[in-house]
């Protein structure tokens, strides 16, 4: 996995005398709103989404792929989760706890490297998703996400896809239309 690139084969099996290898179904809840959450996963095979409510209606708030770290910034404060990750395919990942990991990063400065690189893709995370809200019109968000992401279209629902842009179903199947022709 890219993550674990930087990592010495002797850091690496350090890191794993701490994490554990999980296999869950699809549907599989990973964080819970309202509930804290001890661990940062690390995605091997599989998807997620991350979600929330509002006026009873759920919210897309980002998609994990291959490669992906699910974890929310709250995970590391040891905070009540804002949203929930559930995951969309059977998957496979690499779980440790929150605490193991900073832990692991005091010690050994590629694991501490690697919570920079996590840090830094969640604000460049931000930065995208900010852009794309404030600054594209409807068709250029789901331009650049299906020219960003193109495996979103074969594996997350329209519904969360349309979700996740901040439009109606309607509307993403409006645009969408559009952009086949």
């Known amino acids: 996995m890219s993550y674990f690139a930087g990592l010495s084969d002797e850091v690496y099996d350090v890191f794993m005398d701490f994490?554990?290898?999980?296999?869950?179904?699809?549907?599989?809840?990973?964080i819970e709103h309202g509930k804290k959450n001890e661990f940062v996963f690390f995605l091997i095979t599989g998807s997620?989404?991350?979600y929330n409510f509002k006026d009873s209606k759920q919210n897309c708030l980002w998609f994990a792929f291959e490669s992906d770290c699910i974890a929310t910034i709250r995970?590391?404060?040891?905070?009540?989760?804002?949203?929930?990750?559930?995951?969309?395919?059977?998957?496979?990942?690499?779980?440790?706890?929150s605490g193991d990991l900073i832990t692991l990063s005091n010690q050994f400065t590629s694991i501490s490297s690697l919570m920079i690189q996590l840090l830094k893709e969640h604000i460049l995370f931000l930065e995208y998703k900010l852009n794309?809200?404030?600054?594209?019109?409807?068709?250029?968000?789901?331009?650049?996400?299906?020219?960003?992401f193109p495996e979103v279209l074969q594996r997350v629902t329209l519904t969360d896809i349309a979700s996740y842009l901040g439009l109606s179903r309607e509307?993403?199947?409006?645009?969408?239309?559009?952009?086949t022709k």
Request: hydrophobic share 35%; net charge positive.
């Open 75 to 97: 995970t590391f404060d040891d905070l009540i989760s804002q949203e929930t990750v559930e995951l969309l395919e059977d998957s496979e990942l690499i779980q440790i706890k």
């Open 171 to 179: 509307t993403l199947s409006r645009i969408r239309r559009k952009t």
């Open 132 to 148: 794309g809200l404030q600054f594209m019109t409807s068709e250029e968000r789901y331009d650049k996400l299906i020219r960003d």
């Open 19 to 30: 994490a554990v290898k999980k296999e869950y179904p699809k549907g599989k809840i990973l």
């Open 48 to 50: 997620a989404k991350s």
